[in-house]
């Protein structure tokens, strides 16, 4: 398949808001973290993905990036703290963008992982660390089982 000469063809909304986390993160605004950033933006309704994921999303969106530099453009993204990574049931790791606060639905089916906000799981938290002989602070996340909507329907 060849999509030579649109190589970088811009997504303008979703590079822009990269470019604004890379920024307010001190980074520097290379293309591969653009494209990165840009994928987990644009799919954000399918909560995080793994490295596999996000290389396909680049390419679906018109670049070429290799999964190698997309696991080290993650591991500097999830050491600058713009992203999280989650890895449940050892299964392989997945990442998520960081700027909202929340929590992980799992699904048990398929392994994909939704974000839940935070605030609607806020009095959960609170109930879980009256309940626990645990420290669990703000950032300690809540970890939900449960069946995406296409396990559901298969
Ligand atoms: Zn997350
Ligand atoms: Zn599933």
Redesign the pocket.
């Known amino acids: 398949m060849a999509r030579a000469d649109h190589d970088l063809h811009p997504e303008p909304a979703g590079q822009r808001y990269a470019r604004q986390l890379l920024r307010g993160h001190g980074l520097r605004c290379t293309v591969p973290r653009l494209v990165v950033l840009s994928a987990l933006e644009s799919a954000r309704d399918r909560?995080?993905l793994t490295v596999a994921q996000i290389r396909d999303e680049v390419s679906a969106a018109g670049h070429e990036v290799d999964l190698t530099t997309v696991y080290r453009t993650v591991s500097t993204l999830v050491d600058a703290t713009v992203l999280?990574a989650?890895v449940v049931d050892e299964r392989v790791a997945?990442?998520?963008?960081?700027d909202t606060p929340?929590?992980?639905a799992v699904c048990t089916g398929c392994g994909a992982?939704d974000?839940v906000p935070a605030a609607d799981l806020s009095a959960a938290l609170a109930a879980a660390r009256s309940g626990s002989r645990f420290a669990l602070p703000d950032t300690a996340?809540l970890t939900l089982h449960g069946l995406c909507p296409t396990c559901q329907r298969a």
């Open positions: 909560g995080h999280h989650l997945s990442y998520g963008l960081t929340h929590h992980h992982i974000e996340g």
